[in-house]
């Protein structure tokens, strides 16, 4: 990987930093940014992966945000990880660390209502967590994805603010165990492309020398860490114009997991149906604000217990393994 900006990054313990890559993402970059400003985050250190947009030029512009590049197949760095990982040994120990792909976008319990970024760190060093799990929530629009297109100054949660109901929210959070696989492959992927995408991710650590990553931060490797069993999510912008076009080169470079054999299942179901739109109004729920997570008890009100007893988890575990 090479540098390509000059900008100093201090030596700040308290910064809250995000490790992040992307390729070809011009559109998301500024909203991405913006977004996790608001959010709290101070400091953004970007991978770019060949890109032939505009994408590097919008995060030169950025003050807030070290990039580098690489030619290096995405593949063969575990999925970006390797880069990932690389910059945290180097910028990232004793920080919070917040590590995304630049088309997720992180959720903590009531940010939206006037909760910090460092009150919500608080509650964790208080409780002695120091790993987070979240669960990946697939936004999409009620129009066919080919017609999903994002316009010059709306949001992404403007364009694709629906998702499906999610299920066994309380054995996801509570427990971990991997047998519980229609918990981890859910959602509108499950649901219309009939995909084993996996929605857990550990995706805000403190971070410590020797910590190892893994590929998708789809697994948990750190036993001697708490883990958070707080509600967290990941608004996942897949689903937009021109979703087509990057299946086949995704598939062409092989660039995602075992070949990108997810990825060519979605071509196979836009091959049946060109038009296809991922909304039903069974299951899609319209995203608002931390109101829509509450009133459908996705996230509880401020002050109640959600967890869940372990005999009862167990009965579920026993039910559903």
């Not at 997810?262 to 836009?270: I, T």
Request: charged share 25%; with cysteine; glycine share 6%.
């Amino acid at each position: 990987m090479q540098r390509i900006d000059n900008k100093n990054i201090p030596e700040r313990l308290s910064e809250i930093r995000c490790f992040c890559l992307g390729r070809n993402e011009a559109k998301r970059i500024p909203l991405f940014l913006e977004y996790h400003k608001n959010l709290g985050v101070d400091r953004f250190f970007y991978i770019d992966n060949n890109s032939d947009d505009e994408s590097v030029d919008l995060l030169l512009e950025d003050e807030s945000t070290h990039v580098w590049s690489t030619s290096q197949a995405y593949q063969d760095s575990r999925f970006g990880v390797d880069w990932q990982q690389h910059l945290m040994n180097l910028f990232g120990v004793k920080h919070w660390c917040l590590l995304l792909d630049i088309d997720e976008f992180f959720y903590f319990p009531f940010c939206d209502k006037g909760r910090t970024f460092e009150d919500f760190l608080g509650f964790l060093v208080d409780n002695n967590y120091a790993v987070v799990k979240s669960m990946m929530l697939d936004m999409y629009s009620d129009r066919s994805i080919d017609k999903t297109v994002l316009l010059p100054g709306k949001s992404l949660f403007e364009t694709c603010p629906f998702f499906d109901r999610p299920k066994y929210l309380n054995l996801f959070f509570e427990y971990d165990f991997h047998r519980l696989q229609r918990i981890y492959f859910q959602g509108v992927r499950k649901r219309v492309f009939s995909t084993t995408a996996n929605v857990r991710k550990y995706i805000l650590i403190k971070y410590e020398q020797g910590m190892r990553l893994k590929p998708g931060h789809h697994h948990y490797l750190w036993p001697g860490k708490k883990l958070a069993k707080i509600r967290t999510f990941i608004f996942h912008f897949k689903f937009l114009e021109g979703f087509v076009e990057y299946s086949r080169e995704s598939i062409e470079r092989g660039c995602h997991w075992n070949s990108s054999s997810e990825y060519k299942n979605y071509l196979a179901k836009f091959k049946v149906n060109p038009d296809l739109m991922l909304y039903d109004a069974n299951v899609s729920i319209k995203y608002r604000n931390t109101d829509t997570f509450v009133e459908n008890k996705i996230v509880l009100p401020r002050g109640k217990d959600y967890g869940i007893s372990g005999f009862y988890a167990f009965l579920l575990h026993i039910f559903l393994g």
